[in-house]
């Protein structure tokens, strides 16, 4: 045989060994992994590091994967790939909006988010044909029913309880996919138009009858505080008035007293000078003024009178004395 076509067998069979080598070394990432068939039937599951398989014989299995993407118009696109690797970390996947009618016939678009993890490889890949669209699919369908439950108000209200029910059905759901549902978040809950626009007329609403309210309040609060202040004023006034009369009346009692007690020591007759008193004060004030005045004296005047005398001479008593 000759040289050369040895030379050229040896070097194929090597380059052969070379090619078959290289193919039978897999370097998988941390936190990724490969499903290894052998002649199409599942083998084992290659772990993180170095592995080596028996190519022809072996080879990894497919597995179709989609991520989500904007568009020039910020849209967002779902984009499909196929992947020999599957990444074991939490993956998030963000849906479009979808049209949900809830239990009052109100079209809402929802903008939902759900985060899972594969668990079990050999399941998410022979438990699903495509487990990417089966999540998405079922997210959507359970979010159809479970705000389908709910009317608007309480959608709008209860978006903590419907994510939470929703990972609840979720991982329930997806358990045998080899798939763990570790939350769902509700992004955006966008209710018509004019339900908006109602909604927006009755906040507004709701604000101004607050506002009165409160304006209300304060103006009764104010009233009840300006009477109480009144009041406080008028019992001060009233109580500073009795006191002066108090103390005038209490200045005239014992001037009445004194002039009782001097008169009853000169001999005289306390009642009548206080009469008198009285007349003369009355008879100043009358004569008071530049008008000419007729005055028609009473029979009285007679006891006046004697009163006046009495005083004299208790005067002239006094100054005797």
């Given at each position: 045989m000759p040289v050369e076509p040895v030379f050229i067998i040896v070097a194929?069979?090597?380059?052969?060994?070379?090619?078959?080598?290289?193919?039978?070394?897999?370097i998988v990432p941390q936190a990724e992994t490969m499903v290894i068939e052998r002649l199409g039937r599942y083998n084992r599951t290659l772990e993180s590091g170095i592995n080596i398989i028996w190519p022809i014989v072996e080879k990894p299995r497919r597995m179709e994967w989609r991520f989500t993407k904007s568009d020039s118009q910020g849209n967002k696109v779902i984009v499909a790939r196929e992947t020999y690797r599957i990444d074991l970390r939490e993956t998030v996947f963000d849906f479009p909006r979808q049209n949900v009618i809830t239990k009052d016939n109100v079209a809402l678009q929802i903008d939902a988010l759900i985060y899972f993890q594969i668990v079990d490889p050999k399941r998410a890949v022979y438990e699903v044909a495509n487990l990417p669209e089966a999540i998405e699919k079922l997210t959507k369908t359970t979010l159809r029913n479970v705000l389908g439950e709910l009317d608007l108000d309480e959608s709008l209200a209860s978006r903590d309880t419907i994510n939470t029910r929703l990972t609840t059905i979720l991982d329930q759901s997806t358990d045998k996919w080899g798939v763990k549902v570790t939350r769902v978040e509700l992004q955006d809950?966008?209710?018509?138009?004019?339900?908006?626009?109602?909604?927006?007329?009755?906040?507004?609403?709701?604000?101004?009858?607050?506002?009165?309210?409160?304006?209300?309040?304060?103006e009764k609060q104010s009233a009840i505080l300006r009477a109480e202040g009144e009041k406080q004023s008028a019992i001060r006034s009233a109580e500073g008035e009795a006191e002066a009369r108090m103390k005038v009346a209490e200045g005239e009692a014992e001037a009445i007293r004194r002039v009782t007690a001097s008169v009853s020591a000169s001999g005289g007759d306390p009642i009548n000078y206080l009469i008198a008193i009285r007349y003369i004060d009355a008879l100043v004030h009358m004569f008071q003024g530049n008008d000419s005045k007729v005055i028609y004296m009473p029979f009285e005047a007679t006891g006046l009178l004697s009163s006046i005398g009495g005083i004299k001479d208790m005067f002239k008593a006094s100054g005797e004395g």
């Open positions: 194929a069979v090597a380059v052969f060994i070379i090619i078959l080598v290289v193919k039978g070394f897999k809950i966008l209710p018509p138009k004019d339900i908006r626009q109602a909604m927006e007329k009755q906040m507004r609403a709701e604000r101004d009858r607050r506002a009165a309210i409160l304006e209300a309040e304060g």
